[in-house]
């Protein structure tokens, strides 16, 4: 099969690492990559939301199967672009049709979904420019704090979390009459703060199946104890230990398996990843949002856990035959630590030379955001390296990466010490 892989970050990096090692694969191609996809296949600098490019170059390059790393081109419709196109069309995309790319794309769309098939989440409303007044009123109904999200996709800033109500309204203002976050934030949905632990569950379906990915949690704040601002994610662990079977059977049965019947019920072409972003209040699941692809750290736990063949797995999603695959987990615990550039995520420098990556005993390193000049590596993003380590227990896998991770060296290089200490028992 030749695949190509869209994407450049940790979480593609760790897919091409996975798809490499399949028996089905004969040439894999990662559009645009990074200095560590280069190792897994030929890196390729497309525009990943370019589609009459990447048709040219799927078509001469024979193509077998395009797997979708991240939101853009999924919410942008290449699932469709594929599907219509009549020398696309027996090309499968490994995504979301762009209708059901919506549950990420909208969170109004989200959120009306969830109330049409009873799947637990935050009480909302919606409003837009035109309803302000109600959303002020809506605010005064409730308690502190007050959860704001812009509708659209905002490069995950769009939430914010205010505990002034006077606060609340001017940000709501500032949203949808100001124009803060563009087009994403024309409708705003505020919700209601739940109080809890998150995590993170993934599934591939074909649409009518699905099988149950690893659970993974990501620690989405720069400074350790989970404060300072946001960041795409410093560290991920898997499995999740408070998430015990009772609690993993109910969020099957009153969340995977209502979306995956949702889904379908309503036309919704779905064949790929669905990442169920989670909270856990008084033993009970809630869904925190949806999202149409992999998780970024956690595909660098999740995917190391897995032993079967991906293109396998892939090939029953684009076949439709996913039920008839088998699927294996590795028993041992998972834990990546990510190392990103000093000042991040504001302002960061990139092109510094990173040193010790040949110096690494036991552990994967997956790249973020690295840049091969010859043979050097610098660092191109605000996250530059995910560090992930297999471990019979995740303390051990914890001790390993972050033991290999003192070997690895940038300029003001920064990442966090307490990554999964919260949940060890
Ligand atoms: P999202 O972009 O929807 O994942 O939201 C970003 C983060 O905001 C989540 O990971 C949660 O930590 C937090 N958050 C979102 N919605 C809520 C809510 N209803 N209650 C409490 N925290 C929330
Ligand atoms: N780590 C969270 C995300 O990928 O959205």
Known sequence: ?????????????????????????????????????????????????DFPAMKEFVLEHKINMVVVGPEDPLVEGIYDFFVNDSELANVPVIGPSKAAAQLEGSKDFAKQFMMRHNIPTAKYATFTKNTLKE?????????????????GLAAGKGVLIIDDVKEAKKELKSMLSDGKFGKAGKQVVI?????????SMFVITDGDSYKILPEAKDYKRIGEGDTGLNTGGMGAVSPVPFADNTFKDKIENQIIIPTVKGLKAEGLVYKGFIFFGLIQVKGEPYVIEYNCRMGDPETEVVIPRLKSDILDL???????????????FDDRSAATIMMVSGGYPEEYQKGKVIYGLNAINGSLVFHAGTLADGPTVLSAGGRVLAVTSLGKTLDLALE??????????????????????????
């Open 135 to 151: 959303g002020y009123d809506f605010l005064d109904s409730m308690k502190a704090p007050y959860v704001l999200k812009a509708d």
């Open 191 to 199: 919700e209601q703060f739940l109080k809890g632990i998150e995590l």
């Open 400 to 425: 390993k990466s972050y033991g290999n991770i003192q070997n690895i060296e940038f300029e003001n290089a920064f990442y966090r010490k307490d990554i999964g200490k919260d949940v060890l028992v």
């Open 1 to 49: 099969m030749r695949v190509l892989l869209l994407g450049s970050g940790g979480r593609e990096h760790a897919l091409a690492w996975k798809i490499s090692q399949s028996s089905q694969l004969d040439k894999l191609y990662i559009a645009p990559g990074n200095a560590g996809t280069k190792e897994h296949g030929t890196n390729v600098n497309l525009n990943i939301t």
């Open 314 to 328: 892939f090939e029953g999603v684009a076949s439709n035959t996913l039920s008839e695959r088998d699927i294996q």
